[in-house]
């Protein structure tokens, strides 16, 4: 049996909607005391109009998205730039719009006309909006807003290398160490994204930027902060081992200073960071170009790290006999080299 007695008002259509939600956010503009109720009465509308957005885009549990109004519903969002609102007026919206936002926004960025992702599409065009959501770390009110946004962004390759690329990259360094933890840990969820989800992307970006990027890299491993190089050198190993960063690696390998950070790391009062030291350590050992200099540190600490490696384990939940081969391996190695008379000065 239909009640439609209780809907007093018909359903928007997308047009419709989409104006009113450009509308509604256009309203948030109010900012003196006297308009503070203008001010209640516009949060209401956005809660209202972005519920419904909600609904049009995801259902409202008993009955499915209509596919012809999602699609025409992100084509008018585009079109009316709504897209530059929902950013722009992120920190003035309240708690539940948000949420919603965040909600509809995976939705609206995976809608397709014909092959081209309309959303996706408008961000390349107003890539500035990237930037706006990556700065959004600095205001923890909207921080993780905003971390959930930028990581469905970066889901999409050319959203992700215009990030890699853009200046605002190099926050996430600072973001990454920030004293709220939640928002750091978000903060590092976003970087891992970006330097994991799109190996080609990573490997072209960490060519032409190697030097900078490996510099700031090394402040994080060498982080007073335990999170801090736990992280960064499980997220190290990640990206320096996909296939297309080969070349990266090599570099990375021969360079003594990074081979200097991972002793010290090595010798870490952590037991969960010295196992993952070992797992790059050990490839620095086994390069079979290693250049001269790391043979000279190896022959000098031989015995200091051997007993350090005799005593390291693979811990809670690792594979022992693996573990231990490559171990013996590595030590074999540290043996040989530091028998090797071509390094006596």
């Not at 499980?234 to 990266?248: A, M, Y």
Request: charged residues 25%; negative net charge; proline residues 3%.
């Amino acid at each position: 049996m239909s009640f439609s007695f209780f809907k007093a008002l018909r359903s928007k259509t997308p047009q419709e909607l989409a104006k009113a939600i450009k509308d509604s956010l256009m309203a948030l503009d109010t900012k003196t005391v006297v308009e503070v109720k203008s001010l209640e009465k516009a949060l209401e509308e956005v809660d209202k109009n972005f519920s419904s957005m909600k609904v049009m885009l995801l259902g409202d549990g008993e009955v499915e998205p209509n596919v012809d109004q999602v699609l025409q519903l992100v084509l008018e969002i585009c079109k009316e730039d709504v897209i530059i609102l929902f950013f722009h007026k992120l920190s003035l919206l309240g708690w539940e719009a948000r949420k919603d936002l965040v909600q509809c926004w995976s939705v609206l960025l995976k809608q397709k006309v014909g092959s081209t992702h309309c959303c996706v599409q408008f961000l390349e065009n107003h890539s500035d909006l990237l930037d706006f959501l990556v700065t959004g770390y600095d205001n923890k009110e909207i921080a993780l807003n905003c971390g959930n946004m930028l990581r469905e962004c970066i889901k999409f390759p050319t959203l992700a290398k215009y990030m890699l690329e853009s200046p605002s990259f190099e926050l996430f360094f600072k973001y990454v160490e920030l004293t709220n933890f939640d928002v750091a840990s978000d903060a590092f969820s976003t970087f891992k994204d970006l330097l994991t989800k799109h190996p080609v992307a990573v490997s072209e970006f960490l060519t032409s930027h190697y030097d900078e990027f490996f510099e700031q890299y090394e402040k994080l491993l060498t982080s007073s902060n335990y999170v801090t190089r736990r992280q960064s050198l499980k997220l190290l190993s990640e990206f320096l081992l996909e296939p297309p960063s080969s070349h990266i690696m090599k570099k990375y390998i021969a360079d003594v200073q990074h081979f200097k950070v991972m002793m010290t790391l090595l010798k870490d009062t952590s037991k969960s960071i010295m196992i993952s030291a070992f797992h790059i350590f050990k490839i620095f050992v086994a390069n079979p170009n290693k250049p001269r200099e790391i043979k000279v540190i190896l022959a000098k600490n031989h015995e200091r790290l051997l007993e350090l490696l005799n005593n390291l384990s693979a811990g809670k939940g690792g594979d022992d006999d693996q573990f231990e081969e490559e171990k013996e391996l590595i030590i074999k190695e540290i043996e040989r080299v530091s028998q090797l008379s071509t390094l006596d000065s």
